[in-house]
């Protein structure tokens, strides 16, 4: 028996719904299309999907506030918004209210396909042979930055640091490389599941926003920049 990826998609022009709807469908996805948040949350609650494609502008109840009460509500149900807002700031808003990544209007239905793929794939992600295995509780530690990886949870010096889940699978990656410089094509493959191109400014939002929650001030800085390659996490 065929078993099909379900999509929640809102968006309230219904072009682009009925286009994106379409594409989806026969693309092999099993589609949910709503016009607003309000009809969007109701669906969740109804029949929870595997992804969510929210777009940010939107009536009554608009993507990102959709997403923040999602994520309140315990809900890791991966998201990716559309947006027609590309400014840094814009971005960032859409990370803090839980989003796991974004796509900018106008955009290529592949895309789309190419993000949901990766969403979807990093669902349940599983250590590549190289990288470090965890230590005997299932943690991975670098310096006092420690992971676990099956609850999807991390503290640094102790405290607990609230990520998305796209947050939680870059930093994972890089601590599971610890000491080793990852270039930007490679973290592209292993978190997108897709090369962007060098145009790309993903990759930069998203470690910057991780620096934020990771390198606070009075902290050692871990997250690493080597310019024209790529990042690596390490004590100094």
Do not use: C, H, N
């Given at each position: 028996m065929t078993t099909y990826n379900t999509v929640l998609l809102a968006e309230d022009d219904r072009a682009i719904r009925h286009a994106l709807e379409r594409a989806l469908s026969l693309e092999g996805y099993r589609v949910t299309a709503v016009p607003d948040g309000i009809e969007a949350l109701a669906a969740v609650h109804r029949e929870?999907?595997?992804?969510?494609?929210?777009?940010?502008?939107?009536?009554g109840l608009d993507g990102l506030q959709v997403c923040r009460v999602?994520?309140?509500?315990?809900?890791?149900?991966p998201i990716l918004m559309l947006t027609a807002r590309v400014e840094t700031a814009d971005r960032i808003e859409g990370l803090d209210a839980g989003a796991d990544d974004?796509?900018?209007?106008?955009?290529?239905?592949?895309?789309?396909f190419a993000r949901l793929r990766a969403l979807l794939r990093r669902a349940a992600p599983a250590p590549g042979p190289a990288e470090e295995e965890?230590?005997?509780?299932?943690?991975?530690?670098?310096?006092?930055?420690?992971?676990?990886?099956?609850?999807?949870?991390?503290?640094?010096?102790?405290?607990e640091l609230e990520l998305t889940r796209t947050e939680f699978d870059l930093l994972e990656l890089l601590a599971r490389n610890s000491g080793i410089v990852l270039d930007h094509a490679t973290i592209y493959d292993r978190i997108w599941g897709y090369d962007f191109g060098p145009g790309s400014k993903n990759l930069a939002v998203y470690i910057g926003y991780l620096r934020r929650k990771v390198d606070q001030p009075g902290l050692v800085p871990l997250i690493h920049t080597v310019r024209g390659v790529g990042y690596t996490l390490r004590e100094a």
């Open positions: 929870r999907p595997d992804v969510i494609v929210l777009d940010v502008m939107m009536p999602l994520r309140a509500e315990g809900d890791r149900t974004y796509v900018a209007k106008p955009f290529e239905v592949d895309e789309v965890p230590g005997p509780d299932g943690t991975t530690q670098v310096a006092d930055l420690r992971l676990d990886p099956s609850a999807r949870r991390v503290w640094r010096a102790g405290t």
